[in-house]
Structures are given as C-alpha cells and as structure tokens.
C-alpha cells in the first residue's frame, strides 16, 4: 500500500464521519487506509466502526485499553501496524485540513525526504485556528526554545511541534524513540539524523469536542526536552542527589541526639527510598506508569532492592567504619554513589518494564469480520 493515514483519537466521536469523507476524497486515486489509534472513553470506537462501513477506502481499528505513551504512544502504536510506504499523522479534531495530505505525500515522492512536516510557519501556513493569542504566543516560543536546544537536528524544520507529518516508513527507527505526551515528531527528530521538507499547514479551529492541551501537557513538553537534551537518568540522578543529601542530613541530625550511626543509617534510608520512589513516579518514570505493573508491586520491588541495596551498604558501612579512621558520613557518600548506578538499571529495566497492554485491533474492510493481533509494544525508555 502506497499511504496510511494515522490518526490518534481520544473522545472525538463527532468528528469521524467528516474527517474519513474528507480523507476518501481528498486521497482518492491513492492506494491508501486509514488507522484510527484509540484511547477513547466515549463511543468513538463505534462510530468507527459504522462509518467504515459507509466508505470505499479501508478504514481500521486499533483500541488502545491501555493508553501507553498518550497521544505519542498511540502514534507509534499505529505506525507499527501501518501498511503503507508512506504513512501520514494527523489529528481526529479537522484542525488539521485533510487537504493536506496530497501536498506531504506530493513532497515526499518528489524528494529523499524521510521526513514531510506540515508546517504552519512557511509561506502558505497560518496558526489562526490557535485559540487565543496567548495559546499562538506559547506555541511560538515552544518552538524557538526546542530549536535553541537541537539547532543541528532541527534545522530542517519551521514546526517541530507540528501534530501533522509524513514519515517514510523505512527511514525511522521506531525501537529508539521514547514516547510521551503530545509532541512524537519532536521526538522522531530529535532522536535520530532525518531528511526533512516542509509543506503550509492551515490550522483551522476545531469542529466539535475540546483541546487536549492543558498545563499537564505543558510540563510532559518541558519533561520531554529535559530528557532528549539530558536523558532520563539525569533527572534520576538529581533526585538521587537529593536523596543522598537528605540521607546524609538524616544521619548526621540522629547523631547529634545519641542515636548510634548504625540505626541512624537504618532510619535514614528507610525515609530516602520513600521519597526517592515518589518523586521518580511524579517526575521520572510517570509516562511509563500506564504500561508497567501495578503501583503497589512498584513500590515492593523498589523497596525489597533499595532495602537489600541499603543493608549491604550499612554492612559495608559497619566494616568500614570499625577497621578505618574514615569517619560515617565520608564513607556512606561513597557507597551511595557506588549504589547509583545498580538502583538505576534495577528500577528502569525491571520495576518500569513496559509489558505489551492488552490492545485489538479492527479491520473493519468492506463488512469483514473482525481479527485480533498482538499489541504494538512500546520501549522501556533508559
């Protein structure tokens, strides 16, 4: 198949049946689908399936019952079961004109792109359909704060915030990309060296529904660009760092009021691994919590390692103390740091591991009957 059109829905019902009509028409002639990705909670899954039955060009089904990644998880999910050469992006809200698609496509079969944005910063594109000019003056400086810290990978591109791409589905590498909120191409890009052209987006306003964006989307952006500038286990080690202080203080502190160093050590890490476990689900690990085990397993693994970690570490600590002239408090820092590392491969690749959610998939063709198919995995982010 020569196109897959990829859309992303949550609770956007009303706007199926325009959009798969605008789609038919404004791709008619292509070998083309198109692929709904859903974590709706309303009944868009089965207004998929009726107006897929009104149309000629195959539309399917994939209804996420795990909504691993958000929006971006749901586009990588989809890119993944994509049949197309080329497979094109876009939002179930008509904010993004199926027009369009010709143009992207139109680009990318004329040029080594391995990239089409659909940009609404060149010549030809508008962001009126923003609401409010405070939404259009964020969005503006998003952009130019994203192009400051990948200036090399983002050149090619006026909107890396753009919800509206083209990718050649051979050119990008799915297994590296680490999705999270709203902003997958910013992802794609940024991740990996891509050829890039742009084509004028007209930003329209919305037809029915309301705007995902909210201030939770804001900071997973600022989240996002802390990880793909830094990576994930800078963010780990900052909290580490602060853990160890406060370990640290504790320790010191339970001394100066007679508590013996060996069960101001107990008491100190005992604090620390509950602080440590909230601030990485808040602020490290959350957009992995969806496809992990459950909150209260989470929490037992990381105690039961940090707990056995911490005894070997007061036990080394014990050794130490009682055969050298080193004092306490030197000595814990240094085997907090030796610590690091193991805590961080532990909690990453076995207390977040990402497990394949239980997803179906519709192919709803001309009245076929429905099949099921394994789900699309995403990566557990390192």
Known sequence: M???????TFNEAPNVAELVTRIEKAVAGTDAEILFVDD??????????????EHEIPVRLLHRDVAVGGLSGAVIAGLRQATGEW????????????????????QGRATEADVVVASRHVDGGSS???????????SQLSIKVTKALFPSRLHGTTDPMSGFFGVRRDSVKLDGLHPRGFKILLEILARQPLEIREVPLVFDARLAGTSKADMKQGIALGRQLFDLKFGRISGFAAIGALGAVANLVILWGLQQFGVGYLAAACIAAVVTIIGNFLLQERFIFNDLKAGARGVWKRWWHTFAFNGT?????????????ENTNLHSVLVQAGLIVIGFSLR???QSRVVYKQH????TIDDIVEGEPTETAPAATTPAAV
Do not use: K, N
């Open 2 to 8: 020569e196109l897959s059109v990829v859309i992303p």
């Open 40 to 53: 709706s909670t309303d009944d868009t899954p089965d207004v998929v399936t009726q107006v897929a039955t």
């Open 87 to 106: 497979a094109v992006v876009m939002d179930g809200d008509l904010q993004h004109r199926p027009e369009t698609i010709p143009s992207v496509l139109a």
């Open 128 to 138: 009126d359909g923003l609401s409010g000019g405070i939404r259009r003056a964020v």
């Open 309 to 321: 970690e911490s005894a070997i570490r007061t036990f080394a600590l014990w050794v130490i103390v």
């Open 344 to 346: 961080f491969l532990y």
């Open 356 to 359: 394949e959610p239980v997803v």
